[in-house]
C-alpha cells in the first residue's frame, strides 16, 4: 500500500511522510524533490523562469511516475498536486493508495506561513500577515474540495508532527 499525504502548503507534509517513512520502514518520496532534482532548479525558480503552467505540467508528468512505480512507499504531494489536471483520477486509480489529508486551520496555517512564505512561490508577494490570511482562507476553501477527498483526515491542532505519524499508522491499520 502507498501511503499519500495532502495537505495545504506548511501543512507538515514533508516532516511527517519521513517520520511515517521510519516508522513503517517503507520508503519516501517527496514529489517537489523529485522535481527540483530533475530540472536541477528550485521550485520557486522554476515558478520564476519556467512558469506555473510548466511546472503543473511537470507535477502531472511526476505524479504518474513516481505513483506507477511505487507501491509500498510514503508519498509526500506538494500543496497543489490534488487540485490540478488529472491529478486526483491518477490518485484514485493507483492501485492500493490511501490518501490522508493533514488539516490545518486557516489562522495556524497563516502563522507558519507567513515565516516560510519567501520559499514558496504561490504566496511570496504578501508582505501583510493580513493579506496572506485572506489568501490562504479563499484558497484553502477551493481546495478542500479536492483535499476532503481523501481516505482519512487528520486534525492537525498542536499535535506533534511524531503523533500525527503514530495516529495515521493506527487508523491505517
Ligand atoms: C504549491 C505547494 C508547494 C510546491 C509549489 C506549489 C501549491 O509544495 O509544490 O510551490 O500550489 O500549494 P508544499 O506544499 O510542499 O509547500
Known sequence: MNIVLCGYMGSGKTTVGKLLS????VDFVDLDQVIVETEKMA????????GEIYFRKLENKTLKEVI???ENRIISLGG???????NMDVLKNSGETK???????????T????????TRPVIAHYTEKKDLQDFV???????????LQSDLIVEVGNKSPEIIAKEIVAALN
Open 22 to 25: 521510519s516508522e513503517l520502514n
Open 43 to 50: 521550485v520557486s525558480d522554476i515558478f520564476k523562469e519556467k
Open 68 to 70: 506507477s512505480s511505487a
Open 80 to 86: 497543489g498536486t490534488p487540485c490540478y489536471g488529472n
Open 99 to 109: 490518501m490522508v489529508y493533514l488539516k490545518m486551520s486557516v489562522e495556524a496555517l
Open 111 to 118: 502563522d507558519r506561513l507567513f515565516e516560510e512564505k519567501n
Open 137 to 147: 482562507r479563499k484558497h484553502l476553501f477551493e481546495r478542500g474540495y479536492y483535499y
